[in-house]
């Protein structure tokens, strides 16, 4: 029996959850085909989905195709859950791209194929609702061609020319007029297998026309997972959530190897449990196999994006751009402050790219977002699963630091101003953009207790977390240069006394005045996020627009035609430009945004308040430090 790992994704409204309805139909999985409106379907299953009929949480069903076992993965299509689209895409053998045949290729769409085809996951493109008033599939088809992939064929009549293209062998017995029809399906199937082109399908998922042939294609143009049973263990974790005891469960994505109940993993964690996933539902296993997804129980510090076993080649990049907002969390009820705390760290589980930012001076909680929506699926979270009722602030954009030049700095051991028993030298360097933070030693490793390496090479990740401007530092590389430290020391009759001996503690308390230091000297630049945007509008509305553009700091790159713009814009603006533009157009304007780069702030620089203990005020850190450890 083999595996097919699928994945449903589409622009929001495209009929991905009503295409997985109809499928698990056709396979004899369910009886009866849930509504959307209704919130009766299977791969729904939070309130706030079934009630907005959106898909906000990956939902994973399966049924049989002859042979073929398929993990069908219903993926959300509005943007401001794409993070969790891009757990999805990580742990895919095929995809199936969903089109509206009224409404044509949109923005996300676009956002989707763009990193399909740079992925490399062989995806067919279903062009549905043909049922419904407006519906015109060639034009469709042309969109797609025109703006997705020119590698898109109709399934039924595959395109010679293109698959030419592709391959010098089929290239030759078709200049030879040799293809015959055999030899053109099984190459049509080889270079979609390959992700070299797209099938394309039409029909409904609403009336089931064309989900046969959709489904015979799934068996015989994608590709089923390799299964390496016997292999070294290997999996990655897509998805956590919580059971009805609170007990976390991780959605694993098996590789290689098999895994099996009381097997340990690193940390001292051990299986407790297993469930795959069988016609339909998740059943009760001693083992999940590579190939396989399956429900792992008792791994209580499995986090997404965790390695189960050998961790892939590959593994833990980004696809999608980090969300570039945040806003204030206020509980609605001050007798909820303590609660709220753990509750949004139970919700940053689920989504490691919500990131939260505690303000212990002004008692305020902050969260990371992709867009507005995401602002009522947490208040609605919060709310039915912990009681905690939530309001928030207005939402802000998140910029970064990079250094503009090379720092160092270094203080030593028993030597003024220095309160700490230990020496740190540190130097910051610039990097290649999007490399992240590297941290290097330029004193032996064994010139002291590998522990306090350790402590100022955490400590300085933490510590970049806010710099000069209260903004992350990237794309830096920082050096440690010195190092001191006084061995452990007795009194006289044995007890240990921490006044002459150094400890990580005085490492973890030293390194953020250095780095601190070392980063004034370097100056950093702050950089805002800017987006992409194709703006499609009336002719006769052009000029207003570019006006309004202006004003909103955009920089028109492209005018392909007086009714098409394309350019760059501020994510500050990106909101603004969303409301005025309905007025600007008529309502007939059509806006596409999507996170480019960062680039320079030109003007006032933005700051952002400090929630860490202030090591750029020596004065107001040692205070605050001294007075923690109590000195």
């Known amino acids: 029996m083999h595996t097919l790992n699928l994945g449903i994704v589409a622009h929001v409204d495209a009929g991905k959850t009503s295409l997985t309805e109809r499928l698990l139909h056709t396979a004899g999985v369910i009886d009866e085909i849930g509504s959307v409106d209704d919130g009766s379907t299977q791969t729904d299953s939070l309130a706030l989905e079934r009630a907005r009929g959106i898909t906000i949480k990956s939902a994973v069903v399966s049924f049989s195709l002859d042979d073929v076992t398929v993990n069908l993965i219903d993926t959300p299509g509005h943007p401001d859950f794409i993070a969790e689209v891009e757990r999805v895409l990580s742990v895919l053998d095929g995809a199936v791209l969903v089109?509206?045949?009224?409404?044509?290729?949109?923005?996300q769409t676009r956002v989707l194929m763009r990193t399909l085809r740079r992925l490399r996951i062989p995806t067919l493109i279903f062009v549905n609702k043909l049922d419904r008033r407006g519906a015109d599939?060639?034009?469709?088809?042309?969109?797609?061609?025109?703006?997705?992939?020119?590698?898109?064929?109709?399934n039924d009549t595959p395109d010679a020319d293109v698959l030419a293209e592709n391959s010098d062998a089929f290239l030759a017995a078709y200049l030879d007029d040799a293809v015959s029809k055999e030899l053109l399906r099984k190459?049509?199937?080889?270079?979609?297998?390959?992700?070299?082109?797209?099938?394309?399908?039409?029909?409904?998922?609403?009336?089931?026309?064309?989900?046969?042939?959709?489904?015979?294609?799934?068996?015989?143009?994608?590709?089923?997972?390799?299964?390496?049973?016997?292999?070294?263990?290997?999996?990655t974790v897509f998805k956590v959530e919580r059971g009805p005891a609170g007990e976390k469960i991780a959605y694993v994505r098996m590789f290689s190897g098999t895994l099996r109940i009381r097997d340990r993993l690193p940390a001292e964690q051990k299986v407790t449990a297993i469930h795959v996933f069988e016609n339909g539902s998740a059943v009760r296993s001693g083992q999940v196999s590579a190939g396989q997804i399956g429900k792992?129980?008792?791994?209580?510090?499995?986090?997404?994006?965790?390695?189960?076993?050998?961790?892939?080649?590959g593994a833990g990049r980004h696809h999608f751009a980090p969300p570039t907002l945040e806003t204030v969390v206020v509980p609605v009820r001050p007798?909820?402050?303590?609660?709220?705390?753990?509750?949004?760290?139970?919700?940053?589980?689920?989504?490691?790219?919500?990131?939260?930012?505690?303000?212990?001076?002004?008692?305020?909680?902050?969260?990371?977002?992709?867009?507005?929506?995401?602002?009522?699926?947490?208040?609605?979270?919060?709310?039915?699963?912990?009681?905690?009722?939530?309001?928030?602030?207005?939402?802000?954009?998140?910029?970064?630091?990079?250094?503009?030049?090379?720092g160092s700095a270094f203080e030593i051991i028993d030597k003024e101003p220095n309160p700490f028993l230990a020496t740190v030298g540190l130097r910051i360097d610039p990097a290649p953009i999007d490399s992240g933070v590297e941290f290097r030693l330029e004193v032996e490793l064994g010139s002291m207790p590998y522990s306090f390496v350790k402590a100022v090479e955490e400590t300085v990740k933490e510590t970049l977390r806010q710099g000069i401007h209260g903004w992350r530092v990237t794309d830096c590389v920082i050096t440690m240069t010195h190092s001191g430290y006084w061995a452990r020391q007795s009194h006289a009759h044995g007890t240990f006394d921490k006044n002459m001996s150094s400890t990580a503690g005085d490492f973890r308390n030293l390194?953020?005045?250095?780095?601190?230091?070392?980063?004034?000297?370097?100056?950093?630049?702050?950089?805002?996020?800017?987006?992409?945007?194709?703006?499609?509008?009336?002719?006769?509305?052009?000029?207003?627009?570019?006006?309004?553009?202006?004003?909103?700091?955009?920089?028109?790159?492209?005018?392909?035609?007086?009714?098409?713009?394309?350019?760059?814009?501020?994510?500050?603006?990106?909101?603004?430009?969303?409301?005025?533009?309905?007025?600007l157009t008529r309502g007939e304007g059509v806006l596409e945004s999507s996170f480019e780069r960062y680039q320079p702030v030109t003007g006032e620089v933005p700051e952002r308040s400090r929630t860490d203990q202030n090591p750029l005020n020596r004065k107001e850190y040692l205070l605050q430090v001294l007075r923690r450890v109590g000195v």
């Open 511 to 583: 390194t953020p005045l250095v780095l601190m230091d070392a980063l004034k000297e370097a100056g950093t630049t702050v950089y805002e996020p800017m987006h992409r945007f194709r703006l499609e509008l009336p002719p006769d509305t052009f000029g207003a627009v570019s006006s309004a553009l202006a004003k909103l700091r955009a920089i028109p790159l492209t005018t392909g035609t007086s009714a098409v713009l394309e350019g760059e814009i501020p994510a500050a603006e990106v909101h603004g430009l969303q409301q005025r533009l309905p007025s």
């Open 99 to 107: 089109v509206s045949a009224v409404e044509g290729v949109q923005a």
């Open 335 to 406: 007798s909820d402050k303590a609660a709220l705390h753990p509750a949004l760290t139970r919700l940053a589980e689920q989504d490691p790219l919500i990131d939260l930012r505690q303000d212990a001076i002004r008692q305020e909680i902050s969260v990371s977002l992709y867009g507005e929506v995401q602002k009522e699926v947490i208040q609605a979270t919060l709310a039915e699963e912990f009681g905690v009722e939530v309001t928030f602030r207005e939402t802000t954009t998140i910029c970064l630091e990079r250094p503009s030049g090379t």
């Open 137 to 154: 599939p060639e034009r469709v088809l042309g969109e797609i061609a025109a703006k997705l992939t020119p590698a898109a064929i109709r």
């Open 187 to 235: 190459e049509f199937a080889t270079q979609s297998k390959q992700a070299l082109v797209h099938p394309v399908f039409f029909g409904s998922a609403i009336t089931g026309a064309g989900t046969r042939e959709l489904t015979t294609g799934m068996k015989s143009l994608l590709p089923a997972a390799e299964s390496d049973v016997d292999g070294p263990v290997s999996g």
């Open 296 to 313: 792992l129980w008792g791994l209580t510090e499995i986090r997404i994006g965790d390695a189960i076993g050998e961790p892939r080649a």
